[in-house]
T-cell receptor, first 118, second 111 residues
């Protein structure tokens, strides 16, 4: 399977702990995105990388959140001092530089990491 | 900023046609995506409209009117497996990649 993969699929942590998630994009995709999705809502954009450069970052991303993409391949999302409000599905997506629909880059999503903060 | 509205739930009968509407208000607009998301799964790409008009892909079609800030997704010959949430998402202008998603329309297909 050459789709987007995420690890772990599920994470339960206690409030105040740090967690780190990993995303492996489709190998030829240079663009990588992180989203957060809560029940009954659409995905909320967190951040975007083109190769190793983090080019966009949402105001939703407090300074407790950090994302990296060393070498422009896999990416990690770290949440420090987790809070109960951080409980959500964290989705990673990747896209090529140019997509199949009029040049737009459709995003291919991974299965997500479900975080539960107790 | 971006504001996207779509109905939260719809019900339709197997074999029928259903239209899911999406309206948006944006400070800059490049195009509009439709994604399908089955419960507990990741979203999957359906369509991307940049220009006004209707684009057809098999049983699914998507329409865009930029002047009205309006789009719809049309699903024909509904099948039970089409029961899912359908997410409308807007891509901003200026080369930015921050896609804003609506809350999604949960479609239930009944026999």
């Amino acid at each position: 399977d050459t789709g987007v993969s995420q690890d772990p699929r599920h994470k339960i942590t206690k409030r105040g702990q740090n967690v780190t998630f990993r995303c492996d994009p489709i190998s030829e995709h240079n663009r990588l995105y992180w989203y957060r999705q809560t029940l009954g809502q659409g995905p909320e954009f967190l951040t975007y990388f083109q190769n190793e450069a983090q080019l966009e970052k949402s105001r939703l991303l407090s300074d407790r959140f950090s994302a990296e993409r060393p070498k422009g391949s896999f990416s990690t999302l770290e949440i420090q001092r987790t809070e109960q409000g951080d409980s959500a599905m964290y989705l990673c997506a990747s896209s090529p530089a140019r997509g199949t629909s009029g040049g737009a880059s459709e995003q291919y999503f991974g299965p997500g990491t479900r975080l539960t903060v107790t | 900023g971006q504001n996207i509205d779509q109905p939260t739930e719809m019900t339709a009968t197997e074999g029928a046609i259903v239209q899911i509407n999406c309206t948006y208000q944006t400070s800059g607009f490049n195009g509009l995506f439709w994604y399908q998301q089955h419960a507990g799964e990741a979203p999957t790409f359906l369509s991307y409209n940049v220009l006004d008009g209707l684009e057809e892909k098999g049983r699914f079609s998507s329409f865009l009117s930029r002047s009205k800030g309006y789009s719809y997704l049309l699903l024909k010959e509904l099948q039970m497996k089409d029961s899912a949430s359908y997410l409308c998402a807007v891509r901003p202008s200026g080369g930015y990649q921050k896609v804003t998603f609506g809350i999604g329309t949960k479609l239930q297909v009944i026999p």
